[in-house]
């Protein structure tokens, strides 16, 4: 299994520095970067696929679980503060762990042993045409292949299944990354579509269960080749 990239949010610089040492000295973390507020990590970690953020709770200006309702990434997140009575709350956030300061290396490890049994099942999942998303703050399991289109909704997408609809925090550039799949097709800057599931179509939209997604004229000549390859 490949290291886990991982992100140290933490605002005391000896917590900090402490658990970059924690998080070098395991062969299967990989350090990205280390911030010392929220809102700097943000802006990055929002752009950039990570698979492990240690997040510390009690911050100034932005906190843990302010900087958690604005992560776009799906990525798992050990929650680490002084105070034991946040535990409840970061497992309503489907924290991997809540680790209590001040923690041992055990405990550490105990932490980094989940994560790493959760990234393998996630990563099997990936082979079956899951996808892990947060919905309502909780991380959910897609069958991607039940999708039936994608649209834009201002900093998040919809996601249309027969089953309901799932609205997540991410760009649709992002998201479409995340797809890794041939028969997603972006065919309108604000609309991804699954091939699959098309019922008609022309040159102005297409069709998916009475739902008529507009086309980009740019799209066109190559959606007529996509869809004549569809099996």
């Keep these: 299994m490949r290291t886990l990239k991982c992100v140290i949010v933490e605002d005391s610089n000896v917590h900090r520095i402490l658990l970059e040492r924690l998080v070098?000295?395991?062969?299967?973390?990989?350090?990205?970067?280390?911030?010392?507020?929220?809102s700097e990590a943000l802006s990055?970690?929002?752009?950039?696929?990570?698979?492990?953020?240690?997040?510390?709770?009690e911050m100034p200006i932005m906190n843990g679980f302010e900087f958690l309702r604005k992560l776009k990434v799906s990525a798992q997140v050990i929650i680490i503060s002084q105070n034991p009575k946040y535990a409840l709350e970061a497992f309503d956030y489907n924290a991997t762990d809540f680790l209590l300061k001040p923690y041992s290396k055990n405990r550490f490890d105990i932490a980094i042993g989940k994560a790493i049994e959760k990234f393998r099942k996630r990563s099997l999942s990936?082979?079956?045409?899951?996808?892990?998303?947060?919905?309502?703050?909780?991380?959910?399991?897609?069958?991607?292949?039940?999708?039936?289109?994608?649209?834009?909704?201002?900093?998040?997408v919809k996601v249309i299944t027969p089953e309901k609809n799932y609205v997540i925090l991410s760009t649709m550039s992002a998201f479409h990354e995340r797809l890794k799949d041939d028969k997603f097709v972006r065919i309108h800057k604000s609309?991804?579509?699954?091939?699959?599931?098309?019922?008609?179509?022309?040159?102005?939209?297409?069709?998916?269960k009475d739902k008529k997604i507009p086309i980009s004229r740019t799209k066109n000549l190559e959606l007529d080749k996509l869809l004549n390859c569809v099996d």
């Design 126 to 156: 990936n082979t079956d045409g899951k996808l892990m998303v947060k919905h309502n703050l909780k991380q959910v399991e897609l069958n991607i292949h039940t999708i039936h289109w994608v649209e834009a909704l201002g900093d998040y």
């Design 44 to 57: 990055v970690i929002n752009k950039l696929p990570v698979d492990l953020i240690f997040l510390d709770i």
């Design 191 to 208: 609309f991804i579509i699954n091939l699959n599931m098309v019922e008609r179509y022309n040159h102005e939209f297409i069709e998916i």
């Design 24 to 38: 070098e000295k395991n062969v299967q973390l990989q350090l990205y970067r280390s911030f010392n507020s929220g």
